[in-house]
């Protein structure tokens, strides 16, 4: 088996150990991928087992109303800046063009009319071939 890192690369493991772990007075069952030992390698616990255990939680909406009423002026309008600014790119960095992404079918007219909203607006521009930056 071999994990993916979150940059990408992927992480050859040695082999597995299941323990138990006990966290708030609950046991639960836990597999570990062991991999090389590398010192400058952080131990991580997977997503699956960050929920079981309760570590974290997925939260689908939140109850922002209170921050919308007390802080109206910043919640208004685009946001432009209100002078130009310049933006300084770290010449060491190569770029990458990634191919667009597929929208899904459901939301496409949604996508479609925000973009179109956006563009209208002056926040985006449309562009047809790769760029620079």
């Given at each position: 088996?071999?994990?993916?890192?979150?940059?990408?690369?992927?992480?050859?493991?040695?082999?597995?150990?299941?323990?138990?772990?006990?966290?708030?007075?609950?046991?639960?069952?836990?597999?570990?991928?062991?991999?090389?030992?590398?010192?400058?390698?952080?131990?991580?616990?997977?997503?699956?087992?960050?929920?079981?255990l309760?570590l974290?939680?997925?939260?689908?909406?939140?109850?922002?109303?209170?921050?919308?009423?007390?802080?109206?002026?910043?919640?208004?309008?685009?946001?432009?800046?209100?002078?130009?600014?310049?933006?300084?790119?770290?010449?060491?960095?190569?770029?990458?063009?990634?191919?667009?992404?597929?929208?899904?079918?459901?939301?496409?007219?949604?996508?479609?009319?925000?973009?179109?909203?956006m563009?209208?607006?002056?926040?985006?521009?449309?562009?047809?071939?790769?760029?620079?930056?």
């Open positions: 088996m071999s994990l993916t890192a979150f940059g990408g690369s992927k992480l050859k493991t040695l082999g597995q150990v299941s323990l138990v772990v006990n966290h708030r007075r609950e046991k639960r069952r836990v597999t570990f991928e062991i991999v090389g030992n590398d010192q400058s390698m952080a131990n991580i616990i997977g997503r699956q087992s960050s929920v079981m309760g974290v939680k997925r939260v689908h909406m939140m109850q922002c109303n209170n921050i919308f009423r007390r802080y109206a002026d910043l919640f208004t309008g685009v946001g432009c800046l209100r002078e130009e600014y310049d933006v300084t790119l770290d010449a060491s960095v190569t770029p990458k063009i990634h191919p667009p992404r597929s929208v899904p079918i459901a939301i496409k007219k949604q996508v479609m009319d925000t973009l179109n909203r563009e209208i607006n002056g926040v985006t521009t449309k562009v047809y071939e790769p760029t620079d930056w």
